[in-house]
């Protein structure tokens, strides 16, 4: 009998080799085609586990929660509007860094939605194509798992140097980077990127971190905001990948011969019968939802003195429900 971590790393089936030819089907410019990925000759398994004599299996070492069908259905695009100076700046950013994002990706006219509303509208003309979708999941994904981290690292740090406790923000934000990094791990089992797009990798990788690493000792509340409008764009993203799997645009997603990486299947513990790319998809943009409503809730916080309401145990027994709270609880409503 094949060992369970064994079998999710040996496993290069025929659905992923069509996937991954999807990744490298002919795109609209040389450039997207640089971005996008590997030749079918190069295919191999990403990240095969490692055989040894002894080690059986090595579950995730943060287990997922769950959620039931119900609670991923609720989600929902949202938007909060800026309010202060330091909103407007995270917004604009966020704005820009989505442009880049559409133009590497070679969005045409057609396939963008509505101007005005972003993150919430998921009206377009044309639908994106699997390879278009998988660049940008495969990126976004790539620094998403980078705040969580160097937050939760300057507030371990703070907490030690210090000598104060920190009051359960650590742990959620090395948490969602854990998180942001499965969310990698599974497109990467579906779609391998090519050598320039490993550059751009490692290179935004290296503005990103030293940026927000400054950032986050100048204003952590600017940046827990920052990353509640990136994490607007991945619920938007992930709703409107959902929308056009719906409508039938992208087939190899909806092919009956598609399943879902095992590695996904372990970490959601996705039910026999729940396990089509439309399911692997509502749980990623439901983990999206939380980081967007934890992270607007930090970003309304005091910083040093709040305690984290998500991991708290509050008077009349309510407990926040991020996911749902699109725009963030406001501090009145937590502490
Ligand atoms: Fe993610
Ligand atoms: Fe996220």
């Known amino acids: 009998m094949k060992l369970p971590a064994i079998q999710y790393a040996t496993s290069l089936s025929a659905h992923q080799s069509s996937l991954r030819r999807s990744c490298s089907s002919p795109l609209h410019s040389s450039f997207q085609r640089l971005l996008s990925t590997t030749s079918r000759s190069q295919l191999r398994d990403v990240f095969p586990a490692k055989e040894t004599p002894l080690i059986q299996t090595t579950p995730p070492a943060w287990p997922h929660h769950g959620y039931t069908m119900e609670e991923m259905k609720l989600v929902a695009p949202a938007h909060r509007p800026p309010r202060t100076l330091g909103d407007h700046a995270a917004w604009k950013i966020v704005r820009f860094a989505r442009f880049c994002m559409d133009k590497a990706t070679g969005m045409d006219r057609a396939q963008k939605g509505d101007k ?19 660049i940008r999941f495969v990126f976004l994904e790539s620094i998403a798992g980078v705040p969580g981290m160097v937050g939760g690292m300057l507030r371990h740090l703070g907490s030690l140097r210090r000598l104060k406790r920190d009051n359960g923000w ?54 827990h905001r920052f990353v509640g409008y990136l994490e607007e764009e991945a619920v938007h993203t992930y709703t409107r990948a959902i929308a056009e799997i719906e409508d039938g645009h992208l087939p190899k997603w909806n092919s009956p011969a598609f399943k879902v990486p095992d590695i996904a299947v372990q970490y959601w513990e996705m039910p026999e019968g729940n396990r089509t790319m439309k399911d692997l998809i509502m749980y990623i943009r439901a983990d999206e939802a939380i980081h967007r409503g934890v992270n607007h809730t930090l970003g309304n916080l005091n910083q040093q003195e709040d305690p984290n309401p998500f991991v708290s145990n509050f008077k009349d027994g309510e407990v926040p429900k991020p996911a749902l709270k699109g725009v963030g609880y406001e501090r009145s409503e937590v502490i």
Do not use: D
């Not at 005005?116 to 998988?134: D, M, V």
């Not at 650590?170 to 948490?175: A, D, G, M, R, V």
């Not at 797009?197 to 509340?221: C, D, H, R, W």
């Open 170 to 223: 650590i742990e959620t934000l090395l948490e969602e980077s854990y998180n942001e990094r499965m969310h990698l791990l599974t497109f990467m089992k579906m779609c391998e990127p090519g050598w320039f797009m490993k550059t751009m990798i490692i290179i935004s990788q290296g503005i990103f971190f030293n940026g927000l690493f400054i950032a986050y000792v100048v204003s952590p509340k600017i940046v």
């Open 116 to 134: 005005k509303h972003p993150t919430t509208s998921i009206a377009a003309e044309k639908p994106l194509t699997e390879a278009q979708w998988l």
